[in-house]
């Protein structure tokens, strides 16, 4: 396995170097606060860091941010203590923690998307915070949690607010997106807010420019100062946008695209005519029959990330990705993740848009009913429903499980509602079931507030959130391969821009992700923003699938997951017999691999049942 990028940031206080010192062994950094003891320290390439110090205050930007040490250090000089920490960062664009150390006091945050997160443990005696929940398992000696796991076999992975807290390592907490954590001298910890999504007030036209000015600034940050970046072009109109923002900076671009099996996937085809708008770039597109299969290579992956991601699956293609551009000299990669929880037209958004704008709403109903030919009623019921956040997990928790005989209510399960139930797979025993529901159930009787008060922002929140923390996964792994990951429409001021545009103006009929296209005017050719189709790869999954079988089989041999009594290995090898899989059960499937992979890689997995 590949050198693994980590920091870890330590308190200024008496009991803080002990801590330290249980890390120092795997670090090949040290920064230090004011007084000389340890704050930060980790593992990280040159340029990852910028510290900036003034008078006993000292600042550090860890991550993608096109910010000089000095110009830092200008802005440290206004910072009265760490809470002024956003104020002095204000403006900075791009993808990164931020930590403050000032008056003894520290402060370390990641980003509103989840791609940067936070956890932190006790060690020796002292709350010591990171950037990667495994860093601080080693710290501690740690295990796997395997109530946890059993989350992660939903077959999605666990939304807010299962994502947030108590993490899948035991006596490691994760920071909520959107918060930091405060650490005092003497090692106590608290977490504060930072970030607030801002209200949807911006017509299209004002939205448009602002996330084309975000937009901008976020590519713009990856391409600054490096020779060659890559980026994947699919042809949609996410990945194509960001490749043209990327050929108008000072770096040379590099695509990337894969060909489908499925002839009627006409990606390659929209790739082909933005490649051919794009003159200066290099474009990589391998042959089909050289591509690993999805599902190849899991037993062998040559980075692992800190918690288990669907990338598991991917492990051969990202090898493969890294290898082809790495050669090119790519020293970042951009992906266009994020755009659909962006832009695309999320179902939930109607039931903000009814409540806002109701004419509105019911002209989109009787389009939406013209298209789908759904039955009214359910659609209405659920569009009227007002249940609470905590009774839609209360009514997830109750139906874990499929049972046609007792169905979920349809105000639970209908488009408009707070989530989808996504159930556990078939091949999940009863002690990971009742595992997930205890966890589900704790999380309601909280009564969590939900990320937004009307249920569209709530959704695009949460996925934006869920569409960060696997992205996160993704760039652990291909930076441990030597190419780091970025995803422009995740960046916090992309997630404003976006979020800022009213409810009621983000779809129009019969156009696909209108904001972001007109953003886009005059960056890419109106004949590629004109494309309303998306790319299907269920093809791919089965081709995939169907010729990895055995080898899927034999994978679970001797599964770690039902070491831990989470798996019922008869079922899951009934379900790998049958001719055909339903797309529900693959999607399962990719979560249970997930798992199964990750516990397989990390130390101190689960040795017990969960019950």
Known sequence: MTAEVWFAVFPDGGRGPAAARLLRARATAVVNHHSGRPWLMGSWPA??????????????????????AEALADRLRALRDVSDTERALAGLPGSFHAVTSAG?????????????????????????????????????????????????????PPPYPLGDGHGIWRGVESVAAGHCLLLDEDGRATTRRWWTPPEPELTAGHGA???????????????????????????????????????????????????????????????????????????????RARVPLLFSGMTDPKAVSD????????????????????????????????????????????????????????????????????????????????????????????????DAARPAPARYTSGTAWGMLSPMPPWATQEAVRAAQDLLRASAAEDPEPLAERRGRHAALSAVQTCGRAFRQ?????????????????????????????VAERGAPGRYKPVLAEAMRGVVPDLLLARCTKGEYTADFYSALRRNRSALAELFNASRLAEAGLLDTTALGAGLGRPQLSADVLRALDNTLACEVWLRLVPGGPVSGAG
């Open 474 to 502: 993704v760039d652990q792994v291909t930076s441990g391969l030597g190419l780091p990951y970025a995803a422009p429409f995740l960046d916090d001021g992309v997630i404003e821009a976006a979020l800022s545009v009213r």
């Open 47 to 68: 340029g990852l860091v910028v510290v900036a110090a003034a008078g006993s205050a000292r600042m550090a930007v860890i991550g993608r941010c096109p910010v000089t």
């Open 209 to 287: 420019d602002a996330v084309r000015r975000a937009l901008t600034a976020a590519v713009d940050s990856c391409t600054a100062g490096r020779e060659t970046v890559s980026a994947d072009l699919s042809g949609g109109m996410d990945s194509t946008s960001l490749c043209f923002l990327a050929d108008r900076g000072p770096a040379r671009l590099v695509t990337f695209g894969w060909e489908s099996v499925d002839p009627a996937n006409d990606d390659a085809a929209w790739a082909a005519r933005a490649a051919a708008r794009l003159p200066g770039a290099e474009h990589v597109r391998p042959e």
């Open 104 to 156: 003894g006091r520290v402060r370390v945050r990641g980003s509103a998307s989840a791609v940067r997160r936070v956890f932190h443990a006790r060690v020796a005696g002292v709350t010591v915070a990171a950037c990667r929940a495994d860093t601080l398992a080693a710290a501690v000696g740690a295990g796997v949690d395997e109530r946890q796991v059993a989350l992660h076999l939903l077959a999605t």
């Open 307 to 402: 918690e288990p991601g669907v990338w598991a699956r991917d492990s051969a293609r990202l090898a493969m990705l890294a290898g082809h551009l790495t050669g090119r000299g790519s020293g970042l990669h951009l992906s266009g993740g994020g755009g659909d929880e962006l832009f695309g037209d999320l179902p939930p958004y109607l039931h903000d848009v009814l409540r806002s704008h109701p004419w509105a709403a019911l002209g989109r109903v009787r389009r939406d009913r013209a298209v789908r030919r759904g039955p009214l009623w359910p659609q209405l019921r659920g569009l009227a429903d007002r249940s609470a956040f905590h009774r839609w997990l209360t009514a997830w928790a109750d139906h874990l499980t499929q």
